[in-house]
């Protein structure tokens, strides 16, 4: 097992990519805290996990857009578990506006989820790691909306393009502290913010022939995570079926 005695905190896993993600990095070897706002979607996901891996899996619920908030997540996470060696800043929000249509509140909504979490996340995460001498792993989420521009998005296009280059910025400031740090970008996996279920009409153009699933994502996660990428740093890891080689 790959992730044998490491301990994992994955944002927004209650659901789509960070439930993959944390489920695989369960049957890897890994402690996992499960960590989103919804209390119920946390927590079912951490008690399928232990209900296979008995005592791998708990559920924190925090609001990642808030310093106290993720403080507190990662004591808890410590306090259960011993050390933190891997986060996945996972959790996100979109909008679906103009420049003209989107307000205040939901560009700050966006961006606070987005990209100010994974400044909290880390930062509060990479002490602990640093503390307890630990050499992480620190996986963003970031988009291929990130690297190209949305007529019918504003907010998050941009807070993903931060994500980018926050991954670079900050995997050359921990490099010295032996943590790793990496990004992946998905297109268009799972169902939408907001929604339950992945709209039949929902399109994508790649050259894999198919929508990507959050298993995709999981997997390049916990190779990013593992020893076998012990080489690879700041590095932006599109996991998207070809879909940014043939952006029209």
Request: aromatic share 6%; charged share 25%; hydrophobic share 40%.
């Amino acid at each position: 097992m790959r992730l044998q005695n490491q301990v994992a905190v994955v944002t927004g896993a209650g659901r789509n990519i960070g439930e993959d993600v944390s489920k695989l990095f369960a049957h890897e070897g890994a402690k996992v805290a499960v960590v989103d706002l919804d209390q119920g979607r946390g927590s079912r996901v951490a008690s399928e996990i232990n209900a296979t891996k008995p005592g791998s899996a708990i559920s924190v619920v925090c609001d990642v857009a808030s310093a106290d908030s993720v403080d507190q997540m990662v004591q808890t996470v410590v306090k259960q578990f011993g050390a933190i060696d891997i986060l996945v800043n996972n959790a996100a929000w979109t909008d679906h506006k103009t420049l003209f249509d989107i307000t205040e509140e939901e560009w700050d909504r966006v961006m606070n989820v987005c990209l100010r979490s994974v400044w909290y996340c880390t930062r509060s995460a990479a002490k602990v790691m640093i503390d307890h001498k630990r050499k992480g792993k620190i996986i963003n989420i970031a988009s291929t909306s990130g690297h190209w521009g949305r007529k019918e998005a504003t907010a998050y296009t941009t807070a993903k393009a931060g994500v980018l280059n926050l991954t670079r910025s900050i995997a050359v400031q921990l490099a010295p502290e032996g943590i790793r740090v990496n990004s992946v970008s998905p297109n268009r996996i799972g169902s939408p913010v907001g929604q339950e279920e992945v709209p039949e009409n929902r399109f994508v153009k790649n050259l894999a022939g198919r929508r990507g699933v959050p298993m995709d994502i999981a997997k390049a996660v916990v190779f990013l995570a593992s020893d076998e990428s012990e080489f690879i740093y700041a590095i932006d890891l599109p996991v998207d079926g070809g879909a940014l080689a043939i952006r029209d």
